[in-house]
């Protein structure tokens, strides 16, 4: 089966899975993600996904988001300023690769599938990877505008993920 | 007491630094490399220790250095190429035993500290200074060429050695695992192996310049001719193939666009360097190879892979660093040694430097060109990672062969190689050497 429907499934999956209801590992299916045990530096982010959120690591004093969260900002180097800031989960594919050759065994049956670099419309330089459910491998449409989704993984957790909305600008 | 990694403050990573201090006063003379080997057979000999101690000894016989006489060592503690001692397996007592063993039973098997270094050469009675330049040889070899510019030590050897394991690497660990922690889920539940990102760069690559990848066809095919005139490297002693164009295109993709020949074996190899200073150069056996500049990039990228843009920004950087602290330009250059382990890469490495007038977006086109060690514009002269293993050192190797005229089959007749660099790893993130056949 191609990659690209069985994304479909999982994707459609978060629909109907309650928040917080209890989640069975065999409930998974192929093609999942792997699970996320959110961790002190990361669980803003993972818990406001759990709630169809997406949220990105910002320092106010030099008004400036960063991805991945880190425990000072880059720019300044002080941590005091850190906060999470919801964005608008619109982005733009900048370009992407076909993974064949997977080190993840969980996604291993599910190659080749395409991985996206999702520029963030709130801030270009901020990126996201997807796996960009119900695009065909290999004719990802470079520039085109996506929206975020949320996505269960293996334990539940869920993750942002992305679609497109519109062929290029 | 051990020995640490040198500061970062050694390293010149800013612009505007003006001409190296010790421009020309350090030189490169001797060369050792220990055989390769695809993984570790388990003999003590072959152990990551082992090898290193065959690399170390042939670095200073081939300079005619008394052991003695050398009162530095700088090197990279760690070797692993991604394979790691399993949990649970039974150490290698009797390659551990075969040696003078420090704390870590797994140093010399795993992992390699300057103390279990001196404790297994006890021929090395002078040593006064050591100290860590971790990452790669590229790293290594700029500590080493400031230590002895600034008096700290007179005549250094410069080590880096890898280890390879039985094994397919990356498959075990957290990535057979149902979970992940928060932190790395954000870059690693998409499963893109290590060269996606560089994949990603030259899919843009293509795209902006309107490239594609097949054009990358002569940069492999001369990179692996040029590794099979390498003896010191894998693919000449273990797997004398050559990579023909349809070769090329029918390799299996990893990340497509990149393939298998654009990603390099992972392999054991030891090399050490005997650094001293121009004065004392001129007494030891091989031609000194004298060292204009070194230079670093500490970027980093903004968010999780660096954009086609901010590579372009950072590898043009860079070439201002590495020209100006060596006092030359881009038409001094007699050729290029720059990283390619991944080999979607290099291009961007070469057109940062301007080598050959390049600019953004027209290597491919001159890989289409002579490109080879007889004509006027070598390329990758060493044959690099994809040429000869992944080692990251080939490069630096090769520059110092050349220079001293003993690259043998692999020597470039189409120039003259008076000065040349050489550095990486990545585009974004690397360290550079400027090497030359005098010392201004
Ligand atoms: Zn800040």
């Known amino acids: 089966m191609p990659f690209a429907r069985k994304r479909a499934v999982a994707v459609d999956r978060i629909i109907v899975v309650a ?48 991805h991945p969260p880190a425990r000072s900002c880059h720019q300044c180097r002080f941590g005091d300023s850190l906060e999470w800031k919801e964005v608008s989960g619109r982005g733009r594919i900048y370009n992407y690769g076909v993974v064949h050759d997977c080190p993840i065994r969980l996604l291993q049956e599910d190659q080749p599938f395409n991985v996206a670099v999702i520029m963030l419309d709130d801030d270009p330089g901020i990126q996201m ?28 957790q869920k993750v942002p993920e992305w679609r497109v909305v519109a062929q290029e600008r | 007491m051990s020995t640490l990694p040198a500061p970062a403050s050694v390293y010149r ?73 399993p949990k649970g397996k039974p150490l290698p007592w009797e390659a551990i035993n075969a040696y003078r063993r420090t704390d870590d039973p797994l140093d010399g098997i795993t992992g390699l500290s300057a103390e279990w270094i001196l404790a297994n050469m006890p021929e090395l009675t002078g040593i006064g200074f050591t100290t860590y330049g971790v990452g790669c040889m590229s790293n290594a070899i700029c500590v080493a060429a400031q230590a002895i510019g600034d008096g700290r030590a007179h005549t250094c050897l410069v080590l880096k050695s890898w280890h390879n394991l039985e094994g397919r690497y990356y498959q075990g660990g957290a990535n057979a695992g149902e979970a992940i922690p928060g932190s ?42 040029n590794g099979l005139k390498f003896p010191e490297g894998y693919w000449a002693q273990h797997r004398p193939e050559e990579i023909t164009p349809e070769d090329y295109a029918a390799a299996r993709w990893i990340a497509k666009p990149a393939n298998l020949f654009d990603n390099d074996l992972p392999i054991m190899v030891s090399a050490a360097y005997l650094f001293t200073t121009a004065e004392r150069a001129r007494h030891l056996k091989q031609k000194p190879v004298y060292i204009l500049n070194h230079a670093t990039s ?19 950087r860079t070439a201002r660093k590495i020209y100006e602290g060596a006092g030359i330009t881009a038409d001094d250059l007699s050729f290029e040694n720059m990283y390619d382990g991944f080999a979607l890469f290099h291009q961007f490495h070469i057109e940062g430097l301007g080598y050959r007038g390049l600019k953004f977006g027209e290597a491919l086109d001159f890989y289409q060109t002579d490109i080879g060690i007889s004509g006027p514009n070598p390329v990758s002269p060493s044959g690099g990672n994809i040429g000869c293993g992944r080692s990251r050192f080939w490069m630096h190797t090769d520059c110092i062969q050349q220079i001293q005229q003993r690259a043998g089959a692999r020597q470039v007749t189409g120039v003259k190689p008076e000065i040349a660099v050489s550095g990486g790893p990545m585009p974004v993130g690397g360290n550079y050497m400027v090497w030359s056949a005098t010392p201004d």
């Not at chain 2, 350090?26 to 000999?45: K, L, N, Q, Y």
């Not at chain 2, 999780?304 to 843009?309: E, Q, V």
């Open chain 1, 129 to 156: 990877y997807s796996h960009l459910s119900g695009t065909p491998v290999d004719a990802v449409p470079v520039g085109a505008d996506v929206e975020v989704v949320f996505e269960a993984t293996a334990n539940g």
């Open chain 2, 298 to 316: 500490r970027t980093r990228p903004r968010s999780l892979t660096p954009t086609l843009d901010e590579v372009e920004e950072d590898t043009a």
């Open chain 1, 19 to 66: 928040f917080n209801a209890p989640f069975r590992l065999e409930d998974s299916g192929e093609g999942m993600k792997q699970g996320v045990d959110p961790d002190d530096l990361t669980r803003p982010f993972w818990e406001a996904a759990n709630e169809h959120r997406l949220v990105i690591q910002n320092c106010a004093a030099c008004d400036r988001l960063q």
């Open chain 2, 13 to 85: 990573a800013k612009e505007g630094l003006g001409l190296w201090e010790h421009r020309g006063k350090v030189a490169a003379v001797g060369i050792g490399h220990s055989p390769t080997f695809r993984r570790w057979d388990g003999t003590p000999e072959n152990s990551v220790g082992g090898i290193s101690l065959e690399a170390l000894r042939r670095a200073m016989d081939d300079a005619g250095a008394n052991p003695a006489d050398i009162d530095g060592l700088v090197m990279d503690p760690s070797t692993t190429t991604g394979a790691f001692w």
């Open chain 2, 184 to 225: 790395s889920a954000i870059r690693s539940l998409w499963g893109t192996p290590a060269c996606f990102g560089t994949a990603v760069q030259f899919a843009e690559y293509c795209r902006k310049y309107g490239k594609s990848h097949d054009m990358m066809a002569p940069f492999i095919e001369n990179s692996r001719r």
